[in-house]
């Protein structure tokens, strides 16, 4: 199994407040990203990194900002949270070689924004 | 602009059951799909994949073909066991931004 770690697994958070999700991996691989995963959406993704500090916006980056500062850690900050923003958040590795391009993910973080 | 559309769910299916889960896609060029599939509690992963047309994607019994005249990639499975349940997402890949674009998926329970 790819090693993708994210924290913490499950948060419960009150609407305007700040909250990090943090992606961990130990694969060097050069390409991260954030998905969130709703009933009836499948997964979207959010943002996404394709080195230290270089990242570019999804299909649903509204609301949310990243950071990559290593090559190891993508952080997810949402900067006030809404209510929907309520979902499983997936981080995604990618070596991103035209032989190696597919995805590894993390175990998901369940977040609940009351 | 790329889509995947998968077959609605949920599913439910006998053991031993055909299992097909329909995927079309939506792309410029010539994508790579994929399949992946969720079990509970946990995250994707990759069950088999096709980078090109009439490929065929097979792994633990289930196959895809890369069928770009009808842009289709379907997933197959001869005899299901109850250890198949799970959702499944199909998936494309472009190499334009190297960005994959998922289904909603579709959610499968088998029953003994």
């Known amino acids: 199994d790819a090693g993708i770690t994210q924290s913490p697994r499950h948060k419960v958070t009150e609407t305007g407040t700040p909250v990090t999700l943090r992606c961990h991996q130990t694969?060097?691989?050069?390409?991260m990203y954030w998905y969130r995963q709703d009933p009836g959406h499948g997964l979207r993704l959010i943002h996404y990194?394709?080195?230290?500090?270089?990242?570019d916006k999804g299909e649903v980056s509204d609301g949310y900002s990243v950071s990559r500062s290593k090559t190891e850690d993508f952080l997810l900050t949402l900067e006030s949270a809404t209510s929907s923003q309520t979902s499983v958040y997936f981080c995604?590795?990618?070596?991103?070689?035209?032989?190696?391009?597919?995805?590894?993910f993390g175990p998901g973080t369940r977040l609940t924004v009351t | 602009g790329n889509s995947v559309t998968q077959m609605e769910g949920p599913v439910t299916l006998s053991e031993e059951a055909f299992l097909t889960i329909n995927c079309t896609y939506t792309?410029?060029?010539?994508?790579?799909l994929f399949w992946y599939v969720q079990y509970p509690g946990e995250g994707l992963q990759l069950l088999l994949k096709?980078?090109?047309?009439?490929d065929k994607g097979s792994n633990k019994g289930f196959e895809a073909t890369y069928r770009k005249e009808t842009t289709s990639f379907h997933l197959e499975k001869g005899s299901v066991q109850v250890s198949d349940s799970a959702v499944y997402f199909c998936?494309?890949?472009?190499?334009?931004?190297?960005?994959?674009?998922f289904g909603t998926g579709t959610s499968l329970t088998v029953i003994p």
């Open positions: 995604a590795i990618s070596d991103g070689g035209l032989s190696s391009y597919e995805q590894y």
């Open positions: 792309a410029t060029g010539y994508p790579s």
């Open positions: 694969e060097n691989h050069r390409y």
């Open positions: 096709a980078t090109k047309a009439d």
């Open positions: 998936a494309l890949w472009r190499n334009t931004g190297n960005q994959f674009y």
């Open positions: 990194s394709y080195g230290v500090k270089d990242t």
